[in-house]
């Protein structure tokens, strides 16, 4: 069946540094893939989406480009902030099924 | 816009007590609707889900249950609480046509003494 394969984390940052968040799939067909964020006890957020090979997700200075040849989507941002600090999760919509990766734990420390 | 609300926000409960978390959503019709499970420090599992009214499919056997009883509102209940039921549930929606995205609730942390 389909998954998602996020990198482990924690991930720990110094502010203002780049961050990538590794996440590949696993998929038949052409799914579409998200990127969710989680403060602290709170619900997921929406972060980002791509639709179709090569498309980029953007929101708030994170970006993810849609790779099938690599099947990746790689989250990225040029400059972390410390309310940056969160679990993102990256997740794939495929055949009317949804399928999250685990979760990565970013802390952006000042 | 869509809403989708939780409540409670958290919950502290007895083993062997029961239990109901109660999910709506607003500004949408016939929604897909979710329950998930989020132990503590790991990632979600999905409990049920359901396509329609009274139409709910179990994802994982235990000793939970949902209901549907109208279109926007799903319903998470136990009749005997364990401690291994302690989590962060979330509820989620999602259109039924077309890639949307499934779009979440703020949650309910339930902790089972």
């Known amino acids: 069946g389909d998954s998602v394969t996020q990198m482990e984390g924690p991930v720990t940052l110094s502010e203002e540094a780049f961050l990538t968040i590794n996440c590949t799939y696993t998929?038949?067909?052409?799914?579409?893939l998200f990127w969710y964020v989680q403060y602290p006890g709170e619900g997921l957020q929406l972060l980002l989406k791509?639709?179709?090979?090569?498309d980029k997700g953007s929101n708030k200075g994170f970006e993810a480009t849609y790779r099938k040849e690599t099947t990746s989507f790689h989250l990225e941002k040029g400059s972390v902030q410390v309310s940056d600090s969160a679990v993102y999760f990256c997740?794939?919509?495929?055949?009317?099924?949804?399928?999250f990766g685990a979760g990565t734990r970013l802390t952006v420390k000042p | 816009s869509q809403t989708i609300h939780q409540w409670p926000a958290t919950l502290v409960q007895p083993v062997g007590s029961p239990l109901s978390l109660e999910c709506t959503v607003e500004?949408?019709?016939?929604?897909?609707l979710y329950w998930y499970r989020q132990a503590a420090g790991r990632g979600l599992q999905l409990l049920f889900y359901?396509?329609?009214?009274?139409?709910i499919s179990s994802e994982v056997p235990q000793n939970l249950s949902a209901s549907r009883p109208q279109d926007r509102q799903f319903i998470l209940s136990s009749k005997k609480l364990l401690l291994s039921d302690s989590g962060f549930y979330l509820c989620?929606?999602?259109?039924?046509?077309?890639?949307?995205?499934?779009?979440f609730g703020p949650g309910t942390r339930l902790t089972v003494l």
């Open positions: 989620a929606w999602r259109g039924i046509t077309g890639t949307y995205p499934q779009y």
């Open positions: 998929a038949t067909g052409y799914p579409s």
């Open positions: 791509a639709t179709k090979a090569d």
């Open positions: 997740a794939l919509f495929n055949n009317n099924d949804m399928r």
């Open positions: 500004g949408t019709s016939n929604p897909n």
């Open positions: 359901s396509v329609g009214i009274g139409q």
